[in-house]
């Protein structure tokens, strides 16, 4: 069950002028339990004037060898504009400070095995791959790794040091390909912007794409979005493509079916179940969060998937998903904070 405990902050890297890096120490009585999979991502907590702020931000720093839990954890957080928490991390977080930390979650992940893998990334979409890069490389002798990544300048890129050390350690494994959309590079591809069109033209002539067991596309929604149809174009079957979105703009919602007049919701977490009436337009998260303030979640948008929970009964209509895989859905998982009553009766279990 996802909990959070404090963590002291053991270092602030600034990586552009507008991001950063924070290490955080894990104490020995708490690395069971931020035990973690390479591309996982962690909810981090603040409360200001007396509202809680959750974000997520995944874990950048390669899982330890020999399966022990990790003495720090590294996470990169680039600013967002107006961002609550964000502009916390860039402009105040110090050395020496605590932050609310949830245990690991996502499944964004890659176990290490033989064969060829690739990611097409943009801006901060390389934190989670970097994780899944350097933990595949150093554990894994017989996998190699293609990272297209996507950035508007050499100045605006995060992580340059820690791609090109990995280039230069595995130079015959790890090949690494840049493209700028708003600055020409001295050598490698024009400028311009990743999308469909260019990516159908381009992956072909860069990697065997039917060869590549497994596809990791990270990034603002636009992005992975065009990669995906690119990758299907080229005859990609749908489960070898593996998607974390980190931005989606704001959309009207889709129109709902009308909710029953008086809808219970029945909720499993950590062992303990209880039923509660829905108040008008709350979704399922709402409902449970006034009578369990330990429901897990973060983004509240559709993204992270913190909240995923098993439909055991009745029927729920989701407003928007960006976190789950069809494989997911067709197994019966929701998205709680999405999710909304259709039947008068709906059960979820946030333990499976």
């Not at 090949?175 to 260019?198: H, I, K, Y």
């Not at 509240?300 to 859905?329: I, Q, Y």
Request: aromatic fraction near 6%.
């Amino acid at each position: 069950m996802a909990r959070f405990h404090p963590l002291p902050v053991a270092a602030v890297d600034r990586l552009t002028d507008d991001s950063v890096a924070l290490t955080l120490t894990v104490p020995p009585e708490l690395r069971e339990e931020y035990r973690h999979a390479a591309g996982q991502h962690l909810a981090l907590r603040r409360v200001r004037d007396g509202e809680e702020i959750r974000r997520t931000y995944s874990i950048c720093s390669p899982v330890p060898d020999g399966g022990a839990g990790p003495r720090e954890l590294r996470v990169g957080v680039r600013l967002v504009e107006g961002g609550a928490f964000s502009t916390y991390a860039l402009k105040e977080i110090a050395v020496g400070d605590e932050l609310e930390v949830m245990t690991p979650a996502g499944r964004f992940t890659l176990d290490p095995a033989p064969g060829l893998y690739a990611a097409i990334v943009g801006g901060s979409g390389i934190t989670p791959v970097l994780s899944i890069v350097a933990t595949l490389l150093a554990r894994e002798p017989g996998a190699r790794f293609c990272l297209i990544r996507s950035d508007r300048t050499a100045a605006s890129t995060m992580f340059l040091e820690e791609v090109a050390d990995l280039k230069d350690r595995h130079p015959e494994r790890f090949q690494l390909v840049t493209v700028l959309s708003r600055e020409e590079q001295q050598a490698g591809l024009p400028s311009g912007r990743l999308d469909r069109e260019r990516l159908t033209g381009l992956l072909p002539a860069l990697l065997p794409v039917d060869r590549v067991a497994g596809w990791f596309l990270c990034g603002p929604y636009g992005l992975v979005q065009g990669a995906e149809r690119a990758l299907r174009e080229l005859g990609v079957a749908r489960t070898r493509i593996h998607e974390e979105i980190f931005h989606v703009d704001e959309a009207a919602p889709a129109p709902r079916p009308p909710a029953p007049a008086h809808s219970t919701v029945t909720a499993r977490l950590d062992g303990r179940g209880g039923s509660w009436p829905v108040q008008d337009g709350e979704s399922v998260l709402e409902t449970v969060l006034r009578n369990r303030s330990d429901a897990p979640y973060a983004c509240k948008g559709g993204v992270c998937g913190t909240c995923r929970a098993f439909l055991v009964s009745g029927e729920v209509r989701m407003d928007r998903n960006f976190a789950l895989e069809p494989e997911e859905t067709e197994a019966g998982y929701v998205l709680a904070c999405q999710s909304h009553p259709v039947t008068e009766k709906v059960e979820l279990d946030f333990d499976r």
